[in-house]
């Protein structure tokens, strides 16, 4: 019988993380949820138990704890709390992937925090340098989780990193997630497609989405 794949999901009580533990509630999957807020991220159990058959769900007291037991870590924080929680959980990630999905947004929405030239991930990847850091799901706005067909095309969600097996690991969990996978290169790309989701908000704040938008590449 083949193993279930440990992912853990830092910040699972956020816009973003519950909606990516949702997504990925699976019976081949095992969840570990971290939360701040532990008595949200218990609900957050609760809630996907009960719409999902055979998952497996723990709520997890301190993300080293669930970083430790995973075989996949998702950062489902702002780019602003990356720093800390590298810290805590670098221990426990030595070759383990590692997902950033954070978008160092100023508070403005017109800039990013990020000095040119580098990017969120980069700058995690410096933090963890044990572990395979891979960007993936900033490109997608919390409500593209339930509904990942926008005007009858799925969503791509884009992927960056060094590493062509952990891509290819977390490729699946984007399909798993009812997204289209795109390798859009090195995890040195992660700075352009930080910058795509800015520019997706910025759309989003003048044309009124609704924060339901996705990038699709037609060809």
Do not use: R
């Amino acid at each position: 019988m083949k193993a279930k794949l440990v992912i853990a999901i830092i910040g699972s009580t956020g816009n973003m993380g519950t909606s990516i533990a949702k997504s990925l509630a699976h019976p081949n999957h095992k969840l570990l949820l971290f939360s701040n807020d532990l008595s949200k991220a218990k609900e957050l159990k609760t809630t996907i138990e009960s719409n999902t058959s055979l998952v497996e769900v723990e709520v997890q007291e301190c993300p080293g704890e669930a970083s430790w037991e995973a075989d996949i870590v998702i950062l489902a924080v702002p780019f602003t709390a990356e720093s800390e929680i590298a810290a805590k959980i670098k221990p426990y990630v030595t070759q383990k992937i590692v997902i950033s999905i954070a978008n160092p947004l100023n508070n403005n929405y017109d800039g990013l925090l990020t000095a040119p030239g580098t990017s969120a991930a980069e700058e995690l990847q410096k933090q963890l340098p044990d572990a395979i850091v891979i960007k993936a799901f900033n490109t997608t706005f919390a409500a593209d989780f339930a509904q990942p067909v926008i005007d009858g095309k799925q969503t791509d969600a884009f992927i960056a990193g060094d590493n062509q097996a952990a891509v290819n690991a977390v490729a699946e969990l984007v399909k798993v997630a009812g997204f289209n996978p795109v390798h859009a290169g090195k995890l040195s790309v992660s700075s352009t497609l930080e910058n795509m989701q800015l520019l997706l908000i910025q759309l989003n704040i003048q044309n009124n989405y609704n924060w339901h938008a996705g990038w699709k590449i037609l060809h």
